[in-house]
């Protein structure tokens, strides 16, 4: 339930914003450490360093985060109402996965206004695979009332490595959650913060120009043999920091590494949606990109951070 | 008779795997009841997303005391094989031990162990447990800081054993922490407090009050039955699907049936993509208004919830998803249209078909000239299986298929019926895919089997040039299905055709690209060598087809032995002309003959180091039975080849029966082996000529029986 006290424009069923603070609140209570986004280009919130590395290891870790996630070929111009090239991701990663984390996920669904009396939430089959990062995990696509709104999975293994204990990761995709607790259509109608009138502001006022500029970019003019150089570049840095980070049974430079694997991987993005990689090529592309997850994966684990 | 109840309670298990695991548990738990001497009425298992059940009905409260003699060595044996003795039996000294008089061996040891049977209940405590560390789900996993794999966390586990009347105990076992109760809960949202159950009926009763359908045919049912209500109420009808309503079953544990709604307009996309659409994302079933049996604007959703506002919210949350979807298939289907399918053929230029094969584009190309050439001899028009072979592969570039790639060939018929092509070209879009499976339906219609011959016999002429071939269980693009649907449409629409020629001379004209800056330049004689290799991968796929139809596998090898064969349709009218005279009584003791001879040849062909070939000298046929085979071998040949040219096998096969006579009278007065070696050569070229006019319809050494 929503919490009564709060004024009409926190509330999450009203503002965009409202909701993933209501969201980073809710996981603060259950001891996460909140952070920001991380500061690079990336896919999925999943690529975050406090998810991919952080899942490895013996130590315990719980952190909750938004992410802005890049998915250059998904980008519509702005004239779809629900694609988008750059949308956020809610990221919650427990390790070790609580007994109890379904009822906090729904804990959760309920916070944001999504009555559990009325509405039906669903836990479907959906495995996860990311060939790029060399991981998978099961769990499901949770549906609410016909629609997927968010991503539960139990980490199996992160850059080839199995993951003992085993991290559970929430992924909630905020505008379509958005949309649906504040029942509009189309992603940019929702309501940004939770004004009325002259001062409310919509997802469309912060971010409909950049739809349109990205997807030119994306699929028209991103500068192709800029990237072809810079994913050469990133992927021959990152085997340059892993050799020289190095120490033996330590490893010293895993996080510096690791960033240039999430570079990577979304140059690789681009040129994927420039449409100048064959099938065959991207294919090898993506195991190049895996190769960096690995190697890096290995340095973590060499880390304080990693349990060494 | 006690009763065990068994139920694993965990996360959601994924719909698919479901029924699978129900049986499986069923069988482990009393497989390994029986092996321990625990023997039982019966067995039924029970499985919802949340919990994987067993009730065992009728076990004995024990199992029974066993006792065993165990044969020891004869009285005053060596220390040694004493103390084995001893240890072996577990007895303290030998003096527990009984003696035995065996009148030949003399005397010896005997020790009687009695093995107490254990309560069922402890036996019970033992299964259990290894069951669930090895159960085989086909996906399993780990879950916080345990080693345990479980298809999804596995949370608690109620275990009761005990008869009808008494209260059950709860048999004690733990599972990596953990521990067998008598506790379990009900639904998750409707019913989630815990409450303790004794047995299967107290077990269904209290599941069926906290909301719970256990057994999963009685969810199918409802599911079934109140959708059917539903339907009927709106007067439309439900358009059953079992896939779905498998899937579905799995999804609740409480079944609560709505229907909802969409815009008429909708209804404009072709039902299979209203039904695709609405199945495929939303598992959801559509209805067809029985007055015009098209799609109506409604659907049926099964939820899991006994909703406070009775379902409105459900059904508005489903119908605004659906509505989504709708506009995406809506608006691929528009814009597939006004695009039109010609628009997608430069696309072709620019997609692999296989790095090693090149484009599409050069493949449509090929596919459509072989479809030329195979059109006259299927009774095809070669200009509309040009058109067809040309146009059928464009649908794959279209939006609709892009989403749902099941509808390829359907969407190309539509498209091609919308843009008024010829009727038998839109057939083949669709059909030229068929057959997709062993119970999928061959192409009738002549243009369609052109393409969908072209189609298929490019495809395996291609990957054999690259020498990509199936290998063992490796067949990864489809070549047996692609050579097995050849097969069928030739031999279900009764075509002859000679393949080898087709293949030598597809393979011959195939152009391959060029791959990482290299030019492959295959040897001469190579596309010869191919087509021959792939006839043969041809006659191996088509000796399955027959065998799995019933046809003897040794005849089927019999007819394949003759070299050249290619014409796949007569060779298995000869095939069953040939089953039919060997059950004749002429057939029988022809192949007796035949066999005498070829043995003796065999033998005698060892002997001298060299082989017997006809034809035979007449001036050396001395006895009048030679004589009479001679010339019968004669006739017999000449009868052969006009019934052979004019494929009357029944003929053939009673030109061959006039053999058996002469044969047996050859048998019956001549000595093949005459002392005369001029003699004795020319009876054994005489057995051989039996051997070369059999040939004819197939080799007769491999025949058994």
């Given at each position: 339930?929503i ?13 965009f ?30 690529f ?9 290891g ?17 980008g519509?111009?702005?004239?779809n109402?629900?694609?988008?090239q750059h ?7 427990l390790k ?24 039906d ?5 959906d495995?996860?695979e990311?060939?790029t ?7 499901w ?8 709104v968010s ?7 992160v850059?080839?490595f ?26 940019y109608?929702?309501?940004?913060n ?7 502001t ?10 349109q500029e ?9 500068d ?6 810079q994913?050469?570049m ?12 190095d120490?033996?049974?330590?490893h ?10 999430i ?7 681009l ?21 960096l ?16 | ?24 548990l069923?069988?482990?738990v ?26 065992v ?14 044969k ?9 094989a004493l ?11 030998i ?10 061996k003399?005397?010896?040891?005997i ?11 402890e036996?019970i ?17 780990r879950?916080?800081t345990?080693s345990?794999?479980?298809?999804r ?17 709860v ?7 953990i ?13 989630p ?5 004794k047995?299967?009926?107290d ?22 039955n ?26 609740v ?52 919830l006994?909703?406070t ?9 489903n ?7 709708l506009?995406?298939?809506k ?14 053929m430069?696309?072709f230029?620019?997609?692999?078909f296989?790095?090693k094969?090149g ?20 009774g ?8 067809a072979a ?13 989403e749902?790639p ?16 010829a009727?038998?070209v ?10 997709q ?27 054999w040039?690259?020498?990509e ?5 490796k067949?990864?693009y489809a070549?047996r299905?692609?050579?097995l649907?050849?097969i069928r ?13 087709l293949?030598?001379d ?11 800056g ?13 087509a ?11 000796k399955v087809?027959?065998r ?15 070299p050249g064969?290619d ?16 059950e004749?009584?002429d ?29 035979t ?28 040219a004019?494929e ?15 044969v ?18 020319n009876?054994?070229?005489l057995?051989?000529e ?10 007769f ?5």
């Amino acid at each position: 339930m929503i919490d009564p006290a709060l004024p009409p424009h926190m509330r999450p069923d009203r503002s965009f914003q409202a909701l993933l603070l209501t969201l980073q609140r809710f996981w603060a209570d259950q001891g996460c450490v909140i952070l920001q986004p991380y500061d690079m280009e990336v896919g999925a919130g999943t690529f975050h360093p406090a998810t991919t590395l952080r899942a490895l290891g013996p130590k315990p870790w719980k952190a909750a985060y938004v992410q802005p996630s890049r998915r250059p070929k998904d980008g519509r111009y702005g004239e779809n109402p629900n694609r988008l090239q750059h949308y956020y991701q809610f990221q919650v990663i427990l390790k070790p996965s609580p007994d109890n984390l379904q009822e906090l996920y729904l804990k959760s669904l309920d916070a944001i206004g999504v009555d559990l009396k009325i509405h039906d939430v669903r836990f479907v089959e959906d495995d996860w695979e990311s060939p790029t990062l060399g991981a998978w995990g099961l769990g499901w696509e949770c549906w609410c009332d016909g629609m997927e709104v968010s991503q539960f999975t139990y980490f199996q293994q992160v850059a080839g490595f199995e993951c003992a204990p085993v991290a559970g990761e929430l992924t909630y995709g905020l505008e379509r959650l958005a949309m649906y607790v504040q029942g509009v259509e189309n992603v940019y109608d929702l309501n940004f913060n939770g004004r009325e009138g002259a001062e409310k502001t919509s997802y469309g006022d912060v971010f409909l120009q950049a739809e349109q500029e990205y997807s030119r970019h994306n699929f028209e003019y991103a500068d192709t043999d800029m990237l072809l150089e810079q994913f050469r570049m990133a992927e021959g840095a990152c085997h340059k920091y892993l050799a020289a980070g190095d120490a033996g049974e330590k490893h010293l430079m895993a996080l510096p590494a690791y960033d240039q694997c999430i570079k990577a991987s979304h140059v690789f993005n681009l040129l994927d949606a420039r449409g100048v990689i064959s099938v065959t090529e991207r294919q090898s592309y993506i195991l190049r990109v895996r190769e960096l997850a690995k190697a890096c994966g290995a340095a973590w684990l060499k880390t304080a951070g990693g349990g060494a | 008779m006690p009763d065990l109840l068994l139920e694993l309670f965990s996360e959601e298990i994924p719909a698919r795997m479901q029924a699978q695991a129900a049986d499986t548990l069923r069988k482990l738990v009393t497989d390994a009841l029986v092996n321990r001497g625990l023997l039982y009425e019966g067995a039924k298992a029970f499985v919802t997303p949340r919990r994987l059940a067993l009730a065992v009905h009728g076990l004995p409260g024990k199992q029974a005391d066993q006792r065993e003699e165990k044969k020891g060595p004869r009285v005053g044996a060596p220390e040694q094989a004493l103390a084995g003795f001893l240890k072996s039996a577990g007895l303290a000294s030998i003096d527990q031990a009984k003696i035995q008089s065996d009148p030949k061996k003399g005397d010896f040891y005997i020790a009687v162990v009695e093995k107490k049977g254990r309560p069922t209940a402890e036996v019970i405590a033992e299964v259990i447990p290894e069951v669930i560390r090895t159960f085989p789900w086909p996906k399993s996993m780990r879950w916080g800081t345990g080693s345990l794999r479980w298809v999804r966390p596995l949370h608690s586990i109620l275990c009761t054993f005990g008869a009808e009347g008494d209260e059950p105990e709860v048999v004690t076992f733990e599972v990596e922490g953990i521990t067998a109760s008598n506790i379990t809960r009900g639904h998750r949202f409707l019913a989630p407090a815990p409450f303790t159950v004794k047995r299967l009926d107290d077990w269904m009763a209290k599941l069926e009050a906290a909301k719970v359908v256990a057994d999963r045919d009685r969810r199918k049912d409802i599911i079934l039955n109140d959708a059917k209500d539903l339907a009927l109420a709106a007067g439309l009808e439900l358009v059953e699907d079992d896939g779905l309503l498998d899937e579905v079953c799995g999804l609740v544990e409480w079944p609560v049936v709505l229907m909802g709604a969409f815009e008429e307009r909708f209804l404009d996309i072709p039902d299979e993509v209203i039904r695709a659409t609405i199945r495929a994302n939303q598992k959801c079933f559509v209805l067809k208004d029985p007055k015009t049996g098209r799609l109506a604007n409604r659907f049926i959703l099964i939820s899991n919830l006994v909703a406070t506002d009775g379902g409105a919210a459900i059904v508005a949350g489903n119908e605004r998803v659906i509505r989504a979807r709708l506009s995406d298939a809506k608006f691929f289907w528009d814009t597939d249209r006004a695009n039109g399918l010609e628009s997608r053929m430069p696309k072709f230029d620019h997609i692999t078909f296989h790095e090693k094969l090149g484009t599409q584009a050069a493949r449509i190309a090929r596919i459509a000239n072989l479809a030329t050439i195979i059109a006259p001899q299927v009774g095809a028009d070669p200009v509309l299986a040009e058109e067809a072979a040309l146009i059928a592969k464009a649908d794959l570039l279209t939006e609709v298929v892009g989403e749902f790639p099941e509808l390829q060939g359907l969407m190309g018929r539509y498209y091609a019926q919308g843009e008024g092509m010829a009727a038998e070209v839109a057939a083949a879009c669709e059909e030229h895919y068929k057959p997709q499976g062993p119970g999928d339906r061959t192409p009738t219609a002549p243009v369609s089997i052109a393409v969908a011959l072209a189609d298929k016999i490019d495809t395996l002429v291609g990957f054999w040039a690259i020498d990509e071939k199936p290998t063992g269980s490796k067949d990864p693009y489809a070549l047996r299905r692609a050579a097995l649907g050849v097969i069928r449409i030739i031999l279900e629409n009764g075509l002859r055709l000679k393949l080898s020629s087709l293949f030598a001379d597809l393979a011959e004209r195939l152009e391959l690209p060029e791959v990482k800056g290299e030019f492959r330049y295959r040897t001469p004689g190579a596309a010869t060598e191919e087509a021959a290799d792939l006839l043969s991968f041809f006659a191996d796929r088509l000796k399955v087809y027959l065998r799995e139809n019933g046809a003897r596998f040794d005849l089927v090898d019999a007819v394949f032995a003759l070299p050249g064969q290619d014409d796949l349709f007569e060779l298995v009218l000869r095939m069953k002309a040939l089953a039919r005279f060997l059950e004749s009584e002429d057939g029988k003791t022809l192949l007796a003959g035949y066999r005498r001879a070829a043995s003796i040849l065999r033998i005698e062909e060892k002997k001298d180091g060299k082989a017997f070939k006809g034809p035979t000298s007449a001036a050396l046929l001395k006895e009048e039975a030679e004589e009479k085979l001679a010339a019968a071998i004669d006739d017999v040949k000449e009868h052969l080849a006009k019934t052979i040219a004019a494929e009357d096998f029944e003929g053939a096969m009673t030109a061959l029966s006039d053999l058996r006579a002469p044969v047996d009278a050859f048998f019956e007065a001549v000595t093949v082996n005459a002392e005369d070696a001029a003699l004795r050569e020319n009876r054994l070229k005489l057995l051989d000529e039996i051997r070369t006019a059999t040939r004819a319809i197939a080799d007769f050494d491999r025949i058994e029986g």
